[in-house]
């Protein structure tokens, strides 16, 4: 019986190999995109011009209303004791100072919190959303060192606060795994990213390298990073009977619900999250243990509940991307083709979540080369749950793989740009699979001729402007076009010609519910102010993560299936009499507020006709999206090449980037004024990870010990330099609206430029980030 689990695994990976290769050599017409999006084709509504945000005015009026600000009658607040060891039990603790204290109305901990599940972690389940799989303060026992091991509900969030610091503790502690060297020297295991093994080989990298004309052999290592959106996380939750009310800030209403439901054991219609605003979530906005809590304070208490964490309690219950240790091996002969490229490693991870840093995932396709290496190991310690940060293995692996090809570029006495290109893959470098669309080229030489990239100097050092070092780098950024299963969308049509249409889907400040406003009016032929589009509610269709840069692609061919659906259902109402009778809906497109044959628009009968003439007020219609084959079908990818200058100041060390351009290959930009703050937003976070964030965490104790921004160091004002941005726009076919996803890429290789200016500059390569100014001295 023991070899029935390890049987199964095998068959189902049988399976799954089979169905992957069927979907790679099946006709393209079969695979969604495999027919371009009619929208790709010429200009439609407002489609491809700069819209303001619509949500923008209730924003500066201070209209909109974040997940701490919604206001219920006989609200409580909370505040949190969290622990001080990394692994052990808790001997003894006493809450009597706290629940006398003057507000208080309950104080809970393990002894006396409802019986719960363990949360169900991420992407164990279609709509499972828990960032760790750890029960929520059901025993004594302690994981990691800032586990809430006490949650206080007082009348006001002062009084809450000042009585979690009267909870006394006293633990017996065991012995922490906390140090990383010595965890990666005693035990290491593969990592498994989403379900697939970190770990590819084609041909003996190994050999080649060691025969290649000419190498470079380097380790490159990145630090554990906090997440610091504006907005720090907080949930207003209430039980009305056996229902539960979320008010989040959440990039997944849906799992969060479904989650919640498991953890309560009540069906998942009994729980209702909202967030129709975020500030900010780069993958840090998803459920952790604070939403547990909340409900289960909530529910003792018989009141509702607003839990808001401090910016120290985020550091302390918030997981982030954690540190990575890579080395960089590339071969290449005396031309600068690529023989050998081998991209390894190790993370750590904690114990009880499944998310290594995937920090090879940009290598798999960014170059040709006759042999590849690529393997990720991961070491467990007893920490806060790592989670994704913005873009996940790409934002670090970019400054290992691009900081060696700049290596690689020197040794060989090669213009960095010209040994990119010449080593630019035909197809997938691990699948052989056709690329989507691919203008990678197209977006080097437009960015070097901008940015002045023919005034370099290539000899190091060799630029000065007073006690200025200065110099140019550059860097290739890269990021995958996903699309997770699980979309759908719902469309009410009205016959006076206004449209809702509603998907369960996430606005973070990127400005998705203004550029899918744009596309449903030109995907139904309607004019913006015609159109409403609904989101952020666990109610409406569809089960749709804000992560992988997915809800471009996810929401809009959830739109277009309900749209292709709402099509089919006005073509019978139209009946025969109508000047589209007899037209099959792939035929009929949205057109000046009706429907039209495609390529015979004077075939056109409006809405408001249509629907009087049926007697009907409205239609609805739902469609949910097909499953994401076209992922498997084609080699899908955004690119970009980022340009920087730098000066190093001779005396100090001090780094300034004065210049930093992106050239960016991402199909087509719907909308180019929330575009353009997308890429920049993702430079300037990129800039951050070169040049000053870290996160300390005492390997002694396992204690971040900077949890705040006076100690944890984020871009500011003067830290950021002018930053131009500019694109190819030229749309991918099998993508929907021609258009991937744009909002993790400029994060991308911008890291890696900057090191590369800083050695143009300087003649010193710095394989560690951040690059701080002691890295620089003399």
Not at 179 to 189: L, N, P, V
Not at 209 to 235: C, F, K, Q
């Amino acid at each position: 019986m023991s070899m029935v689990p390890e049987i199964k695994n095998a068959v189902q990976g049988v399976v799954q190999a089979v169905t992957k290769k069927a979907v790679e050599i099946a006709p393209d017409s079969w695979m969604p995109g495999g027919r371009p999006d009619h929208l790709i084709r010429e200009k439609h509504g407002l489609i491809g011009t700069p819209v303001s945000r619509l949500d923008g005015p209730v924003k500066v009026a201070g209209q909109a209303r974040f997940a701490a600000e919604f206001a219920m009658d006989g609200m409580v607040y909370t505040g949190l004791a969290f622990s001080s060891i990394a692994k052990g039990r808790i001997a003894s603790l006493d809450t009597a100072a706290a629940e006398t204290a003057p507000g208080v109305v309950l104080v809970m901990t393990y002894r006396n919190a409802p019986r719960m599940a363990a949360t169900p972690l991420l992407m164990t389940a279609s709509k499972a959303g828990g960032s760790d799989d750890l029960p929520v303060m059901q025993d004594n026992r302690i994981h990691w060192n800032g586990q809430p091991i006490a949650l206080v509900l007082a009348e006001t969030q002062e009084q809450a606060d000042h009585a979690a610091t009267l909870v006394r503790v006293t633990y017996e502690a065991e012995t922490a795994e906390v140090d990383f060297g010595r965890t990666k020297a005693a035990h290491t295991e593969p990592a498994l990213f989403m379900g697939e093994p970190m770990h590819a080989e084609i041909g003996d990298a190994e050999a080649a390298l060691a025969g290649a004309a000419v190498s470079v052999d380097a380790t490159y290592r990145t630090p554990r990073h906090n997440h610091n959106a504006i907005e720090p996380h907080a949930a207003t939750m209430a039980w009305q009977g056996d229902e539960l009310i979320v008010h989040d800030a959440s990039q997944l209403v849906a799992h969060t619900a479904w989650t919640l439901a498991q953890v309560f054991g009540v069906e998942e219609t009994q729980v209702h999250v909202t967030s129709p605003y975020v500030g900010g979530g780069f993958g840090g906005k998803c459920m952790w243990q604070h939403h547990v809590l909340g409900a289960a304070a909530a529910k003792m208490a018989g009141r509702p509940v607003r839990i808001a964490l401090s910016r120290e309690a985020v550091y302390r219950l918030v997981g982030g991307r954690t540190l990575t240790e890579q080395r960089v091996a590339l071969g290449a002969d005396a031309d600068g083709h690529f023989k050998a490229i081998i991209h390894t490693g190790t993370v750590a991870m904690a114990r009880h979540n499944n998310m290594p840093e995937p920090f090879i995932l940009p290598t798999m396709s960014a170059y040709a080369s006759e042999s590849i290496t690529l393997d990720i190991q991961t070491t467990k310690l007893d920490m806060l749950a790592n989670t994704f940060m913005r873009a996940p293995g790409e934002s670090v692996g970019t400054f290992a793989i691009e900081s060696a090809v700049d290596e690689l570029a020197a040794a060989l006495a090669m213009d960095p740009i010209e040994l990119r290109i010449l080593n630019e893959p035909e197809k997938d470098p691990l699948s052989g699979i056709d690329f989507s669309s691919r203008n990678i080229v197209e977006a080097w030489r437009e960015g070097a001729e901008r940015f002045g990239w023919a005034e370099r100097n290539s000899t190091p050092r060799a630029t000065r402007d007073g006690e200025w070092l200065v110099g140019m780098g550059c860097a290739k950024a890269t990021y995958p076009y996903h699309r997770m299963p699980g979309g759908a969308a719902r469309i009410t049509l009205g016959k006076d010609g206004r449209a809702l249409v509603e998907v369960a889907a996430h606005e973070m400040g990127m400005g998705t519910s203004t550029t899918q406003t744009m596309v449903s009016a030109a995907r139904l032929g309607l004019r913006p102010d015609q159109v409403t589009f609904a989101y952020g509610d666990s109610f409406l269709p569809g089960v749709i993560l804000a992560g992988g840069s997915q809800q471009t692609a996810s929401i809009g061919i959830s739109v277009m299936a309900a749209e292709r659906a709402l099509v089919a259902e006005l073509i019978k109402l139209a009946g025969n009499d109508s000047p589209i009778a007899g037209l099959k809906p792939h035929e009929v497109v949205g057109l000046d507020g009706g429907l039209a044959k495609l390529d015979e628009p004077e075939r056109h009968e409006s809405y408001a006709s249509i629907l009087t003439r049926a007697g009907r007020d409205e239609i609805v219609a739902e469609g949910e999206a097909p499953p994401p084959l076209e992922v498997q079908h084609w080699s899908m990818h955004s690119h970009g090449a980022i340009f920087c200058e730098v000066a190093v100041n001779a005396v100090t060390g001090e780094p300034r980037v004065r210049r930093l351009l992106g050239s960016f290959d991402c199909g087509r930009i719907l909308n180019p004024k929330t575009a353009m703050s997308q890429f920049r937003g993702g430079m300037i976070m990129g800039l951050g990870l070169a040049l000053t964030e870290e996160t300390m965490f005492d390997e002694r104790s396992g204690r971040i010990m900077n949890p705040s921004l006076a100690e944890y160091h984020v871009p500011v004002h003067l830290d950021v330099p002018e930053i131009d941005v500019i694109w190819t726009d030229i749309p991918d076919p099998h993508a929907p609206m021609g258009a991937r996803g744009i909002g993790e890429i400029g994060i991308t290789g911008v890291s890696a430029a900057v090191a590369n200016a800083i050695y143009n500059a300087t003649g010193k390569r710095i394989r560690e980030a951040p690059i701080t100014l002691d890295k620089l001295l003399d």
